[in-house]
């Protein structure tokens, strides 16, 4: 037996206030259109002090702009052959026209950005019409009133790549002698800029669905979703609540009576991690319809989702009661000429590589990825853990703060529903080792917990544990080491017995499950040294190795819970002596294409899948190389 829910509402009942940036799905009530495609570009010389900026000489048409065709969505960077571009530093303009319908003109038409590096301000036909700051997170604007139907509009973009001592992440700018003004930043990454991720325009009624967040409990075979409904307008008079399975089967129990309620679901099908389970990665979809008084549909949303339930303790982090032991990556989002922008070829070739490799996680460091890549890590059960853009953080201030709390809010608010994301990261590599950092990030794990209770909080470092002023208010104790690399180069000896210490530190000092989210080694494919040497094929190996063997250890204390290489491809840095045309860390080359070690760890991968999660394994592991001679028996 099921039921569709059907709630009928007073006006004073409604509720508002949700985040508004559900990811824009078609419907029989939704209408999209994309504004990918080639835009005008050019760079601009606005005068930008601190971050304020003039944006007027961009907006006039002067005729002198060198203007040239940019793909949206992409990076700039890369994509001109102009070294002035790649290293700009400042703001860049957007520009293109496009035609709405007429049959838009009675809709509300908004306008969302998957995500803009880092600043951008947008006029709609020289209009301004919405602003927003830090890079890799979406943000939605009601554009109606400026738009005109049946007839070309104008849209501009002005983006901000300049990072300050209160942007997140942090940067600075600096004065070179021939009087050019560079981007200094400390990240290990390059500084990549532009429209990045799909720009969409779509269409509600004035009354519509603007949130929704889900959680989920099991008992057994049942499972209870509890729902909170957020509707902006006043039109409706009644909702219906609905979640249909895989072959899209109604499957609900429970009434409601207001927007916050509760559905069951009978013999209900887990969200589990690949290779914890023969059926990973289950979604369902919650369905939320809104009617008028005259029973017409004003608004319908499909929301997949997956039942899972998260419980962490002193020593281990369990997946629907099931312990987790993460193996898994460090990434980027980062290829040839598209640098940051969003590849759906790219998308499909690394989750391929993923599940090819064993691996069931990888954190998004060092900012969180594009929602295309979330929704397939939600359908393939490849666990994530979400982190916000703060990288590097130090010279703490209350506007950087303010920042950094804003990014982990927009994050949580996008991402909140995802089962994938197992675990949030409030920072990468912060400076904990500051005092005035423990007063800083007690505020913001506090900030975290309060958006969300159901996920541990977690802060990546690369201090010692002696050192640090975070550990204490964090539910996973996650750290970087880079044995035999950045420390002891060439010393694969002391990988062992340091790695095992520090990882001993962490959990004696806190009494938390503790996580290795980074080790790894520079590594240039093709370059070979016996015996192995840095920067070798065989070094990368034999380092892997070294650490396995730490690892097993570690993991036999029972609160070591996962190992994750940095990093999974090789990718883009700023121009330095210590980078050959980047980090050559990756298992993988920026192409995607294996180094040995990827066959060594594919090896690691799954022995771990078969022995933790009692995965079949893979036919090819290992090439055959000599069979048993056959036992020749005289019984005379």
């Known amino acids: 037996m099921f039921h569709i829910l059907i709630c009928l509402l007073p006006l004073a009942a409604l509720r508002v206030g949700g985040s508004g940036i559900l990811y824009p799905r078609s419907s029989i009530t939704r209408d999209t259109q994309t504004l990918d495609g ?3 570009f050019s760079l601009c010389n606005c005068t930008v002090s601190g971050e304020e900026w003039n944006d007027y000489d961009c907006l006039k048409d002067d005729g002198d702009e060198d203007v040239e065709l940019m793909p949206v969505p992409s990076s700039y960077n890369d994509v001109s052959v102009n070294a002035t571009v790649r290293d700009h530093v400042g703001v860049v303009k957007y ?3 496009f035609v709405l319908p007429a049959s838009w003109s009675n809709k509300t038409v908004w306008l969302r950005f998957g995500s803009v590096c880092y600043a951008a301000k947008v006029y709609i036909n020289r209009q301004l019409t919405v602003t927003h700051e830090i890079g890799h997170l979406p943000f939605v604007a009601d554009i109606t009133q400026f738009l005109k139907f049946d007839e070309e ?8 790549n300049t990072l300050t001592v209160s942007t997140v992440p942090q940067g600075s700018k600096v004065l070179l002698p021939s009087g050019r003004i560079k981007q200094d930043y400390t990240f290990d990454f390059f500084n990549y800029a532009g429209i990045d991720r799909s720009v969409i325009l779509y269409t509600t009624e004035t009354t519509y669905i603007d949130d929704l967040t889900l959680t989920t409990t099991i008992s057994g075979t049942t499972a209870v979703v509890a729902y ?3 509707i902006e307008g006043n039109d409706i008079s009644t909702l219906t609540v609905s979640i249909r399975d895989r072959e899209g089967h109604v499957v609900a129990s429970e009434e409601c009576d207001s927007f916050t309620g509760t559905l069951i679901l009978q013999n209900v099908t887990l969200w589990w991690p690949y290779l914890m389970d023969p059926t990973p990665g289950y979604l369902y979809t919650f369905r939320v319809e809104v009617f008028n008084a005259a029973d017409q549909l ?4 499909d929301l997949p989702f997956g039942v899972r339930e998260l419980s962490w303790d002193n020593s281990t982090f369990k997946i629907n009661s099931k312990p987790i032991y993460f193996r898994g990556f460090g990434r980027h989002e980062d290829s040839d000429i598209r640098g940051k922008g969003l590849d759906l070829p790219l998308i499909i070739r690394d989750h391929n590589l993923i599940r090819w490799i064993g691996a069931n996680s990888y954190r998004t460091s060092h900012y969180p990825y594009a929602e295309e890549i979330m929704d397939l890590a939600d359908q393939l059960g490849i666990m994530i853990i979400d982190e916000c853009p703060a990288v590097n953080t130090e010279y703490f201030n209350q506007e950087l703060l303010e920042n950094h709390k804003r990014s982990l809010t ?3 608010n996008r991402d909140k529903n ?17 005092n005035e950092s423990e007063a800083y990030y007690k505020e913001v794990v506090a900030h975290v917990k309060a958006l969300d209770a159901s996920r541990p909080v977690t802060v990546v470092n690369s201090v010692n544990a002696t050192t640090d002023h975070s550990g204490q208010f964090l539910d996973i104790l996650s750290f970087n080491k880079y044995n035999a690399w950045y420390e002891n180069p060439g010393d694969l000896d002391v990988i062992v017995p340091d790695l095992i210490n520090e990882a001993e530190a962490w959990h004696q000092r806190h009494n938390k499950p503790v996580l290795l989210t980074e080790y790894g080694a520079d590594t240039l494919e093709g370059l070979h040294f016996l015996p192995s040497y840095i920067w070798s094929e065989e070094y990368q190996n034999d380092l892997l190795s070294r650490h396995f063997e730490a690892f097993d250890q570690l993991r036999r204390e029972g609160w070591f819970i996962g190992e994750m290489i940095w990093n999974f491809a090789d990718f883009k840095t700023a121009q330095t002596y210590t980078r050959v045309g980047g980090n050559k860390k990756g298992i993988f080359t920026r ?10 760890l594919r090896r690691r991968y799954w022995a771990l899948a078969g022995l933790l999660d009692h995965a079949a394994q893979p036919g090819d592991l290992d090439n055959y190389v000599a069979g048993r001679p056959r036992e020749n028996k005289d019984e005379l």
């Not at 995802?418 to 500051?434: F, G």
Request: aromatic letters at 12%.
């Open 153 to 160: 509009n104008e849209i501009v973009v002005l983006v901000n």
């Open 410 to 412: 927009e994050m949580i």
């Open 95 to 97: 520009r293109r026209s």
């Open 418 to 434: 995802r089962p994938s994301v197992v675990m949030w990261s409030a920072a990468n590599e912060p400076r904990t080792q500051y």
């Open 38 to 40: 080639f835009w005008e």
């Open 298 to 301: 004003l608004d319908r949303y």
């Open 228 to 230: 909170d409904v957020y």
């Open 591 to 600: 192409q995607r294409q294996p180094k040995s070690s990827a066959h060594l």
